[in-house]
């Protein structure tokens, strides 16, 4: 059941967005992500500063449209959110400034598309979107994902890459080295880089412990 004091101090424009915040039925871009990101957000914010209510209406929208991640529109999947979530602010009466800055930061939070955020807002939702990518949360999305993809968890003759080259389309294991590692460089705010180096150090010792037991 929704609560919308979850999303507190912005509960009535979380009851307002989230019939709008995910479609479809992939369970690593639910309400249960967009809340972690939510969370992820917030203290960011208390932190780094910035504008609450733009950055709120941001994470609550940055997934409005589902493209899955085999599809080959993956990369323009902000892009669309972010068309998609100015339609909604428009309804709702948002002045033309605000929903260009909310825009930006959808558009600007995916890996995929490979933009440059350039404002506080859009940096902060970037930061918060990729922490829920690493740590324990971010391993059990990979594997979750893995599955939606049909692939293996792990090649059982080389699960290291020692000998063949990485595809994180075949064993979901890969997706630690093809992309997981590399998030915790590119955090773009002093908080969620000071996060990002913890997480990213749980996801390492659970590769750790996984080779262990296989």
């Known amino acids: 059941?929704?609560?919308?004091?979850?999303?507190?101090?912005?509960?009535?424009?979380?009851?307002?967005?989230?019939?709008?915040?995910?479609?479809?039925?992939?369970?690593?871009?639910?309400?249960?992500?967009?809340?972690?990101?939510?969370?992820?957000?917030?203290?960011?914010?208390?932190?780094?500063?910035?504008?609450?209510?733009?950055?709120?209406?941001a994470v609550l929208l940055h997934d409005c449209v589902a493209v899955e991640k085999s599809s080959p529109l993956r990369s323009k999947a902000s892009a669309l959110a972010a068309e998609k979530a100015s339609g909604i602010l428009k309804k709702l009466g948002w002045a033309t400034d605000e929903i260009a800055a909310v825009a930006h930061a959808i558009?600007?939070?995916?890996?995929?598309?490979?933009?440059?955020?350039?404002?506080?807002?859009?940096?902060?939702?970037?930061?918060?979107?990729?922490?829920?990518?690493?740590?324990?949360?971010?391993?059990?999305?990979?594997?979750?994902?893995?599955?939606?993809?049909?692939?293996?968890?792990?090649d059982p003759f080389d699960p290291a890459a020692e000998r063949r080259p990485l595809d994180d389309r075949r064993f979901a294991i890969d997706h630690f080295q093809?992309?997981?590692?590399?998030?915790?460089?590119?955090?773009?705010?002093?908080?969620?880089?000071?996060?990002?180096?913890?997480r990213d150090k749980r996801l390492r010792d659970f590769l750790t412990a996984f080779m262990d037991e296989i």
């Open 1 to 57: 059941m929704f609560e919308a004091k979850a999303f507190s101090p912005f509960e009535s424009l979380a009851a307002k967005l989230t019939p709008y915040a995910t479609e479809g039925d992939d369970g690593s871009h639910d309400l249960a992500h967009i809340l972690r990101v939510f969370r992820n957000a917030m203290r960011i914010h208390a932190t780094e500063g910035g504008n609450g209510r733009i950055l709120a209406a």
């Open 107 to 154: 558009t600007t939070h995916s890996f995929s598309a490979n933009i440059t955020p350039e404002t506080l807002e859009a940096r902060i939702l970037q930061d918060a979107d990729r922490l829920d990518a690493i740590g324990m949360v971010g391993a059990a999305r990979c594997f979750y994902i893995g599955g939606r993809m049909a692939s293996g968890l792990y």
């Open 178 to 198: 093809t992309k997981l590692f590399k998030l915790a460089d590119g955090f773009q705010t002093v908080a969620g880089r000071a996060l990002a180096a913890e």
